[in-house]
């Protein structure tokens, strides 16, 4: 019997071959003492297995035999062990070695890379390089692998409305130069995974740079850019580049271009019109999905992705037509529907599809998310402290490891008016070390004191969470901060705050900021100075804008302002009654 086991054995059998070879009296002075393969596929085994014991085993036995100096032989132990999460002994395995290869530096630093220390792994390219040791594709992928360590654990900061980690980003313009220094720049798996990483590091611009350079765009390349423009709320932008592709019959292509429908409708605030635009665009890519063989009943992950897009487009009939046609469902399928229904106005049948579902599946942390958007839409503040209840004697890990959920959960009982819930939900929060609090959950709380019209408390937290935790705050803390201003007729702070919105903070002022200063400026009858603010927004008025408007003027019976209001609502919406109404108040 040849001994040349150089394919994947199961751990089983690897073990029995490699006892057997070596601890069979008749075959000691054979040459299979030497086959270094034996060792290698058995090593290969225990890591897949993750089995740390038994390759401690082959370990030792390789150093009895005189195995462990092959280059071969030791960098699967480094493997080994780096899979088996003890990257201690995989250094020490490293370091002993006489002589390293490209794949015995790869080996470490994907073993940094997979065990949570990416920092380290990067030192170890450098001295990689220090070395004189050619990096190749794999090394760059490893070192990618490793930087998107570093990301992930990034906390990055707002720019412009987009999420970037610079710390990361920086690393990845290191090794991105590095490896076009060595040519590797180009290779496709490189390449992608360059794009990859800089979308989750912000850098839209740098990985549209990467993708535009290669000669051979694949589905993989479309793909992870397009889904690096969505992450990165450049939605229009992965729409362009869908409809640049050429035949399109991939699952994770129309994935990806059906999220980017959902995230136009989802993070635009768009009006009626604009919402219906986007919902064409994804039933066209609908469309097309079925023509390539990828409906409703042939593929589960575009399936869940139309009910989504459905959902955040509003159109809830059509989600609820694909979620009845899908031959099989899975969690994610239901919670799509479930979170459709929560956030569009109909709670009542969020609520009974969350009974429904948890027949059929385990809830998840996204389920109860849904399940409190619908409790606090309803009001339902018995019902939510049921389901917060239960969550907490039978779903306990979910509710410590999720800091969304918790951020839902306070949202739920400031919409309540259960400030006191709200509150000591926030404290244990605090207390909980796994995770920060991140502007979210400041928001949640301070929108709760908001609905209350809580004036002081809202500015209190605001205050504190600026000064004192030093977190930036976004556009949503800013609708909190004029909405209090406004009902407290806090005119000039009002004004204060949301001229360093953009000035201070880099928060770009929406459509909802400028209707709160209108409100602010009408409620105190300054109306000439809110007319101004209405023609100087950087879009469009709406029906909302002439409504805030025309309602102040009603009641400060101001005819001139409000005639104007009245016109231009008209032109938008001629047959509206409230208008009419409005103005009618306004001149009686």
């Not at 040459?31 to 082959?58: E, N």
């Not at 640049?244 to 605030?269: G, H, W």
Request: aromatic share 8%.
């Amino acid at each position: 019997m040849v001994a040349t086991p150089l394919r994947c054995f199961t751990l089983g059998q690897a073990w029995k071959i490699w006892r057997w070879s070596y601890f069979t009296p008749e075959l000691a002075s054979t040459t299979r003492r030497r086959d270094c393969g034996i060792a290698i596929a058995a090593l290969k085994a225990c890591g897949s297995s993750m089995d740390l014991t038994l390759g401690q085993f082959v370990h030792a036995d390789t150093v009895q035999f005189g195995l462990s100096c092959d280059i071969y032989v030791a960098t699967t132990l480094v493997d080994m062990y780096a899979k088996c999460r003890n990257m201690i002994q995989a250094q020490r395995v490293f370091d002993a070695m006489q002589s390293r290869n490209a794949v015995a530096w790869t080996a470490l630093i994907l073993g940094y890379a997979e065990n949570g220390q990416g920092e380290v792994g990067l030192e170890i390219l450098s001295k990689m390089r220090d070395c004189r040791c050619q990096a190749d594709s794999t090394t760059f992928l490893a070192a990618l692998k490793a930087c998107g360590d570093i990301a992930a654990r990034e906390q990055g900061r707002k720019i412009n409305g987009r999420l970037v980690r610079e710390e990361s980003l920086t690393k990845a313009c290191e090794i991105h130069g590095r490896a076009a220094e060595a040519g590797c720049d180009s290779h496709p798996f490189v390449a992608n995974s360059l794009i990859s990483l800089y979308s989750r590091c912000g850098g839209v611009e740098q990985a549209l740079s990467v993708f535009e350079k290669l000669e051979k765009k694949t589905v993989v390349s479309w793909t992870a850019l397009m889904l690096g423009c969505v992450e990165n709320g450049e939605a229009e932008l992965a729409l362009d580049l869908f409809s640049r592709m050429d035949s399109v019959s991939d699952a994770q292509a129309y994935v990806a271009a059906l999220t980017a429908c959902a995230s136009v409708c989802e993070k635009s605030r768009l009006d009626g019109s604009s919402k219906l635009q986007a919902l064409e665009r994804g039933m066209a890519i609908h469309s097309s999905a079925a023509r390539s063989g990828l409906d409703s009943t042939t593929n589960v992950f575009v399936s869940n992705t139309l009910v989504d897009m459905y959902s955040k487009c509003g159109s809830l009939l059509d989600g609820r037509a694909v979620f009845d046609r899908m031959s099989s469902r899975d969690v994610v399928s239901w919670n799509a529907l479930l979170l459709g229904y929560a956030e569009n106005g109909e709670p009542g049948l969020a609520l009974e599809l969350f009974e429904a579902m948890k027949q059929h599946h385990h809830p998840t942390a996204r389920t109860f998310l849904a399940a409190f958007i619908a409790c606090g839409n309803l009001a339902a503040l018995q019902l939510g402290r049921s389901i917060h209840d239960e969550l907490r004697r039978n779903h306990r890990q979910l509710l410590d490891s999720d800091p969304f959920l918790g951020n839902c959960i306070i949202d739920f009982y400031g919409k309540c008016g259960s400030m006191a819930e709200a509150r000591e939900v926030f404290e244990a929060m605090v207390e909980n070390r796994r995770w920060r609090k991140d502007v979210v959950t400041w928001g949640a709380l301070m929108a709760g004191y908001s609905h209350q019209g809580d004036t002081s408390s809202v500015l209190e937290l605001f205050e504190k969470m600026v000064a004192e935790e030093r977190i930036q705050p976004d556009a949503v803390t800013f609708l909190s901060i004029l909405t209090v201003c406004s009902h407290a007729g806090l005119v000039d702070q009002g004004r204060h705050y949301f001229a360093e919105m953009s000035s201070r903070y880099g928060v770009t002022p929406v459509q909802e900021h400028y209707h709160c200063l209108v409100d602010l400026l009408g409620r105190s009858n300054r109306l000439d100075e809110a007319l101004a603010v209405v023609r100087a927004m950087p879009f469009p008025a709406s029906v909302i804008t002439w409504s805030t408007l025309l309602g102040a003027c009603k009641k400060w019976k101001n005819a001139e302002v409000g005639k104007f209001a009245f016109d231009s609502w008209l032109r938008l919406d001629e047959k509206n009654a409230t208008a009419y109404l409005l103005m009618a108040s306004t001149t009686s």
